[in-house]
T-cell receptor
Framework: AQTVTQSQPEMSVQEAETVTLSCTYD???????LFWYKQPPSRQMILVIR??????QNATENRFSVNFQKAAKSFSLKISDSQLGDAAMYFC?????????????????FGQGTILTVHP | KAGVTQTPRYLIKTRGQQVTLSCSPI?????VSWYQQTPGQGLQFLFE???????NKGNFPGRFSGRQFSNSRSEMNVSTLELGDSALYLC?????????????FGSGTRLTVV
């Protein structure tokens, strides 16, 4: 079974500064997807960025980028020019790309989350 | 385009009762997944439906069940509620099974069992 670990329960950053959230995962599969989701107090999980394991290039979405190290099974999220609206709980998630008898579709395995505080 | 809609937003039930939660996916999305979120256990996968069939199930007791209708709307039911079922229940939709783009989540239903 896959596991996802976020070792930082809480992080804080000053507005306009850069912060990096850590995520490691454990899997024996070679093809999979990794995601970062943001959950603000409104409770809705919002997809921030995704990475396909077969792509070596790190994904980037505006101020958000990842450092994907497949061999090390590491998937960190870097937020540049932090804004007050970035304050939220951030979850790293793993999803298999394989169809192991139809049992792997859709299931996201989440880390425990990192609470990000942004100070003005 | 409307997002994933979950109803109700909040629910208070008594131990032993049953509850039904509803999820309307984004128009055109045919896959619906359900997750339970608690402070202690985090986010845990409940099940996924596609074309009215359960395709994948998490490690939850049989008291947790669900279904999907022909219009892709989904319901989940929890029977004989226990205090430990108090949680935020999140629904997520995607265009298809195993879709590469990821899942869009709703705002959840907060269930409190007293």
């Amino acid at each position: 079974a896959q596991t996802v670990t976020q070792s930082q329960p809480e992080m804080s950053v000053q507005e306009a500064e850069t912060v990096t959230l850590s995520c490691t995962y454990d899997t024996s599969e070679s093809d999979y997807y990794l995601f970062w989701y943001k959950q603000p107090p409104s409770r809705q999980m919002i997809l921030v960025i995704r990475q396909e394991a077969y792509k070596q290039q790190n994904a980037t979405e505006n101020r958000f980028s990842v450092n994907f190290q497949k061999a090390a099974k590491s998937f960190s999220l870097k937020i540049s020019d932090s804004q007050l609206g970035d304050a939220a709980m951030y979850f790293c998630a793993y999803r298999s790309a394989l169809n192991a008898g139809g049992t792997s579709y859709g299931k996201l395995t989440f880390g425990q989350g990192t609470i990000l505080t942004v100070h003005p | 385009k409307a997002g994933v809609t979950q109803t109700p937003r909040y629910l208070i039930k008594t131990r032993g009762q049953q509850v039904t939660l509803s999820c309307s996916p984004i128009s055109g999305h045919r896959s619906v997944s359900w997750y339970q979120q608690t402070p202690g256990q985090g986010l845990q996968f409940l099940f996924e439906y596609f074309s009215e069939t359960q395709r994948n199930k998490g490690n939850f007791p049989g008291r947790f069940s669900g279904r999907q209708f022909s219009n892709s709307r989904s319901e989940m039911n929890v029977s004989t509620l226990e205090l430990g079922d108090s949680a935020l229940y999140l629904c997520a939709s995607s265009p298809a099974l195993g879709d590469r783009v990821g899942y869009t989540f709703g705002s959840g239903t907060r269930l409190t069992v007293v």
